[in-house]
Every structure is written in C-alpha cells, then in structure tokens.
C-alpha cells in the first residue's frame, strides 16, 4: 500500500482485487473478439485516472477513452502505449497535439475534418477518426441525413482514416422499458447501411455503454465502451433490475473505492447547544461529537443533513451544515472513539456499507456525481 503523505486528511482507497474482478467479468461477457474500451475520464469517475488506468491494461482492457485531451496527455506521459479514444471535443488549435499524441478522435464538426486534415498532410502522419452518428440523444453527433456526405469529406485527406462509427443511449439505464434503446439501435443500424450504400465501410462500430453492455449482446458490434460498472457501480437501479430479468448470467459487481478521513477532534456538547453554521441543528442531550477534517471543498455534498458517516463499524449521523472543509458528526453512542481514529465516509465497516447509490440517494443525485465530485487533490492509494 502506497504511504500516504504527511497532512492528509482525507484519502480514498482504490481496490486492486475488485477492480481486476470487474474488468475480468466483461471481459467473460463479452469474450475474447470484441474490443473492450474502458472509459477513465473525469478521473476514472473519481477512482484515480492514473491508478485505474494502470490497472485496467494489466487486466487485459484494449482501450482507454477520455474525455479531454489533457487526459490523454497525461495516460501518454505516463508510457502508455494502448489505444487512446478521446469522446469529447478537442479544440481545433490542439488538433496537432491529437495527431502527434497518436489519439483517436471522436467527430462531428466539418471544422474538425479540415483541421485534422491540414495537420495530418503538414505532418505525413496518418490520424484515426471515429464518426459520432446522431441517433436521439441529441448531445454531440452528425444527423443520419447528413452522414455520408460527411464520410466522404474525410475520405478527401490522404491521411485521415475512418475507423469508427459511434452513438450514445439517451435512456437505456434510465428505465426498464428499453423501447427508445432499441430504435436508436435501428437509427444505428441505419446509419452503417447508408455509409455501405455510399461504398464506405467501417471497421469498428461501437454504441455500447455500461447498461447496453451488461443488458444486450448485439449492441457489441465490434467494441464496448464500458464506464461505471468497471468500478463496481451500476449505472442505476433500472439497470440491475433488467439485468436480472433478462440475464442468465449472474454477477455481483463489486465497488472499487472506498473513502476515508480520521477524527481532529473530540468533544462533548451540552444540551441546548446550537451545532454549526445557521444554528440549523440544537442538541436535545448531552452529544458527545467527532470533527472530521472534510467537506465541501472536498466533494462531500453541502446538502446532506440526515446522513451518516461509519467509526469503528457503526453509524456516526451528521449534526449540522457540512462545512467547506469540516463535518460534525454525533458518536454519544459510540464507545472509545479517539482522536485521529478512522472514518469511512464511502465504502464499508464491518456490517455497514455507505454506497455510492447510498450517498447519492442522501444528495439528491445520483451515484456518477458522488464518486466524480471527490476533489482531484485527495490521494487516491492502491490497495491490495
């Protein structure tokens, strides 16, 4: 395990064996031909972008996808040779760096093509490219209409080549009704049928996120872009739902992260007293608190009032406003607890858990924002 440094006052525990578990259950999934893209973008969901990474290539992933360019940036300086996919938008000024960088780009703007294209042919270096089809979700994508006009103004560079073909679910893992899904698999369909009519063809075509992934096998097409579910979470309840009723196949997704600060203080509180900013909390008997050195700045959400954090295996309820960087939790009832004694914020304690879900149920959100919100600065430690 990795030696924390001196001052931290909050650190999140990243499970090595859960991990290689979950990665080694998609791979079983969706067997040895089709690509497995793991996505790591906003810090690996939080888990660590570096750590995660490292751990997903030595567990047989085939590719990482990112976000952001800086994301790739930094997988390449860490020696990483893999695939790299990059989904969002790359500016045009960094285009270059793209190439040189030897990323795959997700595209949609004829702006981009262009762009590609004049540093590729200044260059004489072939670059990548991975068409994102509108199909319904109406974020990033080019209208099926428009298609195979814009395929062919690739295939005007020398040096750009078409790789992929792309789309992304609207509702899949919001529902159990999977009716949308399925006609944005048709619109997908589609849109490979009017790019072979057009004499184009693509090598890989890729829709499938964590719920497509876990729920239906013919959205594998040639790649899976799994996200969530490589950490042990499901991309929600509906999705674990369908996956029971319409899976043979039984697995127990197994969360990575764990997240954990120590108790700064100790102190016992009369009755009547006010606990916080806003006075939003009053003491109907002696309370005996721990202050933990966490909050808001730190991803806890300022929102959550009725919640609770684990010590020594049993549940600590928060008393009073989360603070920017301090938590006052009630600990009358539970014995010896000390000063600088573990916390679990996220994760479990002997026969408690705090789940992602948990938490997000507590914030209003949903699980993606709670682990994603974990402030990038916190060391994320490997452990066994």
Not at 10 to 19: G, N, P, T
Not at 65 to 83: C, D, F, G
Request: aromatic share 8%; hydrophobic share 40%; proline share 3%.
């Amino acid at each position: 395990m990795k030696k924390l440094s001196i001052g931290e006052l909050s650190w999140v525990e990243i499970s090595k064996k859960a991990l290689i578990h979950n990665i080694t259950h998609f791979r079983q999934l969706i067997g040895k031909e089709t690509v497995l893209c793991t996505c790591v973008k906003a810090n690996a969901y939080g888990h660590g972008l570096q750590e995660s990474s490292t751990i997903m290539l030595q567990s047989g992933v085939d590719w990482l996808s990112v976000n952001s360019l800086y994301e790739a940036r930094t997988l390449r300086q860490m020696k990483i040779n893999a695939p790299i996919l990059i989904v969002g938008y790359v500016p045009l000024e960094d285009i270059q760096e793209s190439v040189e960088l030897n990323c795959r780009m997700i595209i949609y703007n004829r702006e981009t093509i262009e762009q590609i294209g004049k540093v590729t042919n200044r260059l004489k270096k072939k670059a990548y490219v991975h068409i994102k089809v509108e199909t319904g979700t109406n974020r990033q994508g080019v209208l099926l209409s428009d298609l195979p006009n814009f395929a062919q103004a690739i295939q005007k560079y020398t040096y750009i080549e078409i790789e992929g073909l792309s789309t992304h679910f609207a509702n899949i893992e919001d529902t159990t009704d999977h009716s949308y899904a399925m006609l944005q698999i048709q619109r997908f369909m589609d849109a490979i049928s009017s790019l072979e009519n057009a004499g184009i063809s693509i090598p890989i075509k890729h829709c499938a996120n964590s719920a497509a992934t876990l729920l239906f096998p013919k959205t594998y097409f040639q790649m899976v872009r799994v996200g969530i579910s490589c950490y042990g979470m499901w991309p929600s309840n509906e999705t674990y739902i369908s996956y029971q009723q319409e899976r043979d196949h039984r697995f127990k997704l197994i969360p990575v992260l764990t997240w954990k600060t120590k108790v700064a203080q100790i102190k016992t509180v009369p009755i009547g007293e006010y606990i916080g900013y806003g006075c939003t909390y009053r003491t109907s008997h002696e309370t005996k608190l721990a202050i933990l050195p966490v909050g808001y700045y730190d991803g806890y959400d300022r929102g959550l009032s009725e919640g609770h954090v684990l010590i020594h295996g049993k549940r600590a309820p928060i008393r009073g406003r989360i603070c920017m960087n301090i938590i006052m939790v009630e600990v009358t009832d539970i014995p010896d607890v000390r000063l600088e004694d573990e916390v679990i914020l996220m994760g479990q304690s002997e026969e408690e858990t705090i789940s992602a879900e948990l938490f997000a149920h507590w914030a209003g959100t949903i699980n993606y924002e709670v682990t994603t919100r974990i402030n990038d600065r916190i060391p994320r430690v490997v452990i066994e």
